[in-house]
Structure formats: structure tokens, C-alpha cells
């Protein structure tokens, strides 16, 4: 089902239409090489075109559309450097948010084991979607315990290529793997050891490159 779009001002309109799109771009539900228009996605979100006009624009920027002038607009197929380059700037970055964190836990290793809790609920039901919004809530938690939230958000701004990878592989399997990582991570943080905590995040974000070899082997179509 398609994400909801709240009546509301036309910038933040544009805005909740980015988000629904790209949600479903990167959980598969609008596909590598789907052609979609402009009047298609505002019935599908119930908004009027300006706002999708607007959102087409960002999502073209962001390098997930396709926008050809006459023609249909593309939803773009996965960059294997996009996603690279996607990996680069989140390792940076979050290596730098866990070195701090374990520096000075406080209680946050408990917020963690919740969270992980609740990953494990959502990979036991198979539900790929909500261990995705679990998975990337508990990075962000990372960021805000380690009181640079806005970090995770440049974060966010540049990692759609590798969400899709990642969705793509969300696999009861994957997601178990993942948890574990979590685990190992979350103690590391727990022990107050900035050095055991990178360690541990850069082994788990290192995952993105088997997870891009395992993709494009098993959807070669839906990359470039």
C-alpha cells in the first residue's frame, strides 16, 4: 500500500511526497526500470502534480529517478559505485558517532538491547519492512545517544543506493546476521571500548560489499 500524504503547506507536502517515494524505491515496491509519471504518483499518494513535479526534481538529484524531458521518468537502476561511494561516507561517519559513544555510554547500551529485541521480533515474523525501520532506527539511536543526531541525517542524505542493496537482501538470514552484529556492537559499547566499537562497526558495514557481489548475481536487471 502506498505511503499516506498529509494535507498540509505545499513545501512540506513536497517533502512527505519525497519520503513515500523513496520508500518505495527502496523497498522494491516501484522497481529498477519502472516508468512512472507524474499523474500516476499523485493518484497514488492522493496530492496534487506540483508537489510530485518537486519531489521528481530532488529524487533526480539524489540519483534515483530518471527525469527525460517528454518522455516518461525512469525509476533509476542501482549504481554499483553509487553504492560504494554510499558505504564510504556512512563508515566515515559512523565510525566517528561509535568511537564517541563508547567513550561515554552512559545507559545506552540497555536503549540498544530493546532495540535489538524488537529487530528480532520483526526477522522472526519475516517482516522485512519493519526490520529495515528497525535496523535504521537503530543507527540513528547510535547517533542521538551519541548527541550528534544530525549526523545521521547527512548519513541518510546519501545512502538511498545502498538501502536498496541492503532491502534487497533482507532475507531471514541477512537480518539475523545483522542482529548479531548489532549485538557485538551494542556490548562494545556497553564495555566503555571505543577501539572494540569501531572495530565491530566497520565489520558491519564492511557487509555492504558481499551484499552488492550476492545482489547484483541474483537482479543483474536492476543494475547499471
Known amino acids: 500500500m502506498a505511503a499516506s500524504v498529509l494535507n498540509t503547506s505545499e513545501e512540506t507536502m513536497a517533502m512527505r511526497v519525497v519520503g513515500a517515494l523513496r520508500d518505495d524505491i527502496v523497498t522494491m515496491a516501484l522497481k529498477p526500470g519502472d516508468v512512472i509519471s507524474e499523474s500516476d504518483i499523485a493518484g497514488r499518494y492522493g496530492v496534487s502534480r506540483q ?3 518537486e519531489a521528481f526534481i530532488r529524487l533526480a538529484q539524489q540519483g534515483l529517478l530518471l527525469i527525460r524531458p517528454k518522455r516518461a521518468t525512469v525509476v533509476k537502476k542501482i549504481s554499483p559505485e553509487g553504492v560504494r561511494q554510499s558505504r564510504f561516507i556512512r563508515e566515515s561517519i559512523e565510525v566517528e558517532i561509535i568511537r564517541r559513544l563508547a567513550a561515554n555510554p552512559g545507559d545506552a547500551q540497555a536503549v540498544l538491547i530493546e532495540l535489538i529485541a524488537e529487530q528480532e521480533a520483526a526477522s522472526a515474523a519475516e517482516d522485512s519492512r519493519r526490520f529495515h525501520t ?5 543507527h540513528r539511536t ?3 545517544l551519541a548527541g550528534v543526531e544530525y549526523a545521521w541525517q547527512l548519513i541518510d542524505d546519501h545512502k ?3 538501502d536498496r542493496v541492503r532491502y534487497l537482501t533482507l532475507g531471514a538470514s541477512s537480518s539475523r546476521v545483522a542482529i548479531d552484529e548489532h549485538k557485538i556492537i551494542a556490548r562494545a559499547v556497553g564495555k ?6 569501531e572495530a565491530a562497526m566497520r565489520a558491519h558495514l564492511a557487509r555492504a560489499e558481499v551484499l552488492l557481489s550476492q545482489t547484483i548475481n541474483d537482479h543483474p536487471d536492476y543494475f547499471e
Not at 566503555?192 to 566499537?197: H, K, L, M, R, S
Request: glycine content about 4%; aromatic content about 4%; cysteine-free.
Open 134 to 138: 528497525l535496523d535504521e532506527l537503530f
Open 51 to 53: 508537489p510530485v513535479r
Open 160 to 162: 538511498m543506493q545502498l
Open 192 to 197: 566503555g571500548d571505543p577501539t572494540a566499537a
Open 142 to 144: 547510535l547517533a542521538r
